[in-house]
């Protein structure tokens, strides 16, 4: 697919006009055959959200990481038990996480557990031996990351009195393959495990704390001490398990096996989509899809959510899928959980948390149990101009100089009469990237200021307008909102005479930070 060039999200609320300020270069909005205008927004850097309309119909949202970044970090997301469900913004708010889309397929309804696996900051959490291995995993690449498609699976043993050693079949599993054996340690949660016997005839469960068993039981526990693991047999799987009492030596060990080195995050899918460029020709109805992808070098990532069941997009077949995340430049592709599940939540340039960025198809989050996203330990870039700052601030002669208010920002602020002409203060910053910024003034407050000072935010889609009340909030930061700004030195915010509100129209200082 030809990349689309970059269209920008504002906020409806700012006034479109401009105002005595200097030209500022057009947007170019670029379409495709088959797609309508792409809107992109930086989240962070190395993370970028895109919006698109494309055949279908069908309403697209792509989260697009660059791994390399070494303020980026890949990050599984989770309510904070493996038996537990939450909806993913709140998953994603739990550890700051700057977007996520939702993960594995689970147990709808009963444990709420993932059934495929889960790795997060290299410690397995939860994952079968066999069924459900296929993995997008994260791993270490020097100061950033890189990833690729897997397959990890559990290898556990249970190690009894005398030496026999039992491989265990699952670790915090919503169920227990047939005649296996399950472990599970406090991440479990509270859930009862007499919902993971799946119709087993026979269980024997025994709690194995400092290496001797701490209690035996034909009963499925629920929550798991701190410093316990329980080890719970289905039919055979509970026969070996029989001869054992309190007081017996146990020892219990599990780790990940697979996949290309140490998984420093990963998360389960069903079908792979694309591996090594070729596509899948699986067949299976449209619907809401959730896919992760990654490039031949694994160094760029997509995590795509489609929107389906409705007249406004109706979703994809696995083809179209697997076709469309080829098309991205995904070389390798996983399928997540779709349907209702597919959500993509990201925190917008200003806002304090994540909110959600498609439409679910249930009309709003399903409660899932995880997630995959990215958080940040970007420093946001900012900068503070004031009127006396050298070769930062212009201003005609009909601007006046003033000490009078407290308030002020500074040594002193410039004041004007307002009129209907053009007549504008100008704030010079050097912005050091293309991207979303955050602008806030400074100005004292009088009831003899102006009520209506228009405030100019040049952008990349023209120049923006805010009006501010100078009779109110002075002596503090006011944001105007977040606006993308281009890359380079030049008059970004301007304060305008022309207004028809009453009273001394105030410049004192600007402040612009990286969102």
Known sequence: MRRPALTVLLSALLALTSLGAPPTPALAVATVADAGTLAVTSLAPGLTLTNT?????NQVNILTADLAEPTLQPKYLSPGTVGATAALTTQANRVG???????????????????????????????????????????????????????????????????????????????????????????????????????????REIEVTAGKVSKVSTTPGGKVANGTVAVLGVNTGADALAGLAVGDTVTVNYAPRGGDGAAQVAIGGNLVLVKDGVATTVSHPKNPRTAVGFSADGLKMWLVVVDGR??????????????????????????????????????????TSVSVRNTPSDGAQRA??????????????????????????????????????????????????PVLASDSAWYKVNIPQTAAYEVSVWYPA??????????????????????????????????????????????????????????????????????
């Open 97 to 203: 996480a700057i977007a996520a889309v939702n993960g594995d397929f689970f147990d709808i309804g009963a444990t709420g557990a993932p059934r495929g696996v889960g790795i997060d900051g290299g410690s397995l959490l939860h994952g079968p031996a066999s069924g459900w291995n296929n993995v997008a995993a994260l791993y270490a690449n020097g100061a950033g990351s890189r990833g690729g498609l897997a397959q990890i699976f559990l290898d556990a043993t249970v190690t009894l009195p005398g030496g026999t050693r039992l491989t265990a079949t699952n670790l915090n599993s919503p169920d227990i393959a047939a005649n296996g054996i399950g472990v599970y340690n406090p991440l479990w949660g509270d859930e009862p495990r007499s919902q993971v016997l799946d119709g087993a005839i026979r269980s």
């Open 368 to 417: 899932v149990p995880n997630g995959i996203g990215f958080v940040s330990t970007a420093q946001a870039w900012s900068t503070t101009v004031d009127n006396t700052t050298a070769g930062r601030f212009t201003a005609s002669a009909n601007w006046g100089t003033s000490t009078y208010s407290s308030e002020r920002f500074g040594a002193d602020y410039r004041f004007a009469d």
């Open 310 to 351: 409705s007249t406004a997009s109706v979703g994809m077949t696995y083809v179209e899928l697997a076709a469309y995340m080829k098309s991205l430049g995904a070389d390798d592709a996983i399928n997540l959980d779709g349907g209702g599940s597919s959500t993509l939540v990201a925190r917008m340039p200003g806002a």
């Open 53 to 57: 309309s494309i055949s279908g119909p």
């Open 446 to 515: 009088n009831a003899g200021y102006n009520d209506s000072t228009p405030y100019i935010v040049a952008t990349t889609s023209g120049n923006q307008t805010v009006r501010v009340n100078q009779r109110v909030n002075g002596g503090r930061w006011v944001s105007l909102g977040v606006f993308n700004l281009a890359a380079g030195d030049a008059n970004v915010v301007g304060v305008s005479r022309w207004t028809a509100g009453t009273g001394y129209v105030i410049a004192d200082a600007v402040r612009i930070t990286r969102a």
